[in-house]
């Protein structure tokens, strides 16, 4: 069974950090691609970032984080993370890890955890 557990969110005020991980277990995770989605309140969920199998290619396109976000991976770990800069309220949301065989087609999905940011 796969399983994908996020953790690292919180409260954190306008112009903070924090760092979300994401543990896989139960694939093959260095033959998947791996990203990060987030759900805002009362949105749909968006892409955030996404990077390759071997953590060499990340990809922001038509990302709203693209500079303040790094996505990145620790295969041996089976981790991927997304260290989160200068976070701003409109960032708050539910983030979700997905990982899949087919970049930016999501197989499998974590259950989130929530990123709140205050003004």
């Known amino acids: 069974q796969v399983q994908l557990v996020e953790s690292g969110g919180g409260l954190v005020q306008a112009g903070g950090s924090l760092r979300l991980s994401c543990t896989a277990s139960?694939?093959?995770?260095?033959?998947?691609?791996a990203g990060w989605y987030r759900r805002p309140p009362g949105q749909e969920r968006e892409f955030v970032a996404a990077?390759?199998?071997?953590?060499?290619?990340?990809?922001y396109t038509h990302s709203p984080v693209l500079g303040r976000f790094i996505i990145s991976r620790d295969n041996s770990r089976v981790v991927v993370y997304l260290q989160m800069n200068n976070l701003q309220p409109e960032d708050t949301a539910v983030y979700f890890c997905?990982?899949?065989?087919?970049?930016?087609?999501?197989?499998?999905w974590g259950e989130g955890t929530l990123v709140t940011v205050s003004s």
């Open positions: 997905a990982a899949g065989k087919h970049y930016r087609v999501p197989d499998y």
């Open positions: 990077i390759s199998r071997d953590g060499t290619i990340t990809d």
């Open positions: 139960g694939l093959t995770f260095d033959n998947n691609y």
